[in-house]
Nanobody, 114 residues
Framework: VQLQASGGGLVQPGGSLRLSCAAS????????MGWYRQAPGKQRELVAS???????NYAHSVKGRFTISRDNAKNTVYPQMNSLKPEDTAVYYC?????????WGQGTLVTVSS
């Protein structure tokens, strides 16, 4: 099983980015997919997740700015990140919760700076 993440980069404050994460391989059952982030010197934290049924969960700091969506047929999840702030700067990691294992993608760097 592999998670291929893309979409990171440099953006100015107030700008937008759209990440994507595509899962491939022998996947039996996906419970949820989502994104975590880790800023320098900080612990990894949940950004947003979405279950196979469409239920979403967001970190308080991104509510109203980030929207996560999912294409179940493609096993792909898309967080749309708007109104980005410098404090959103971090390495973002895709995560997939399946039966019976969890998987992580490679990190993608998001830098919010003028």
């Amino acid at each position: 099983v592999q998670l291929q993440a893309s979409g990171g980069g440099l953006v100015q404050p107030g700008g937008s980015l759209r990440l994507s994460c595509a899962a491939s391989g022998s996947i039996f059952s996906i419970n949820a997919m989502g994104w975590y982030r880790q800023a320098p010197g900080k612990q990894r934290e949940l950004v947003a997740s979405i279950t196979s049924g469409g239920s979403t969960n967001y970190a308080h700091s991104v509510k109203g700015r980030f929207t996560i969506s999912r294409d179940n047929a493609k096993n792909t999840v898309y967080p749309q990140m708007n109104s980005l702030k410098p404090e959103d700067t971090a390495v973002y990691y895709c995560h997939m919760e399946t039966v019976p294992s969890d998987y992580w993608g490679q990190g993608t760097l998001v830098t919010v700076s003028s």
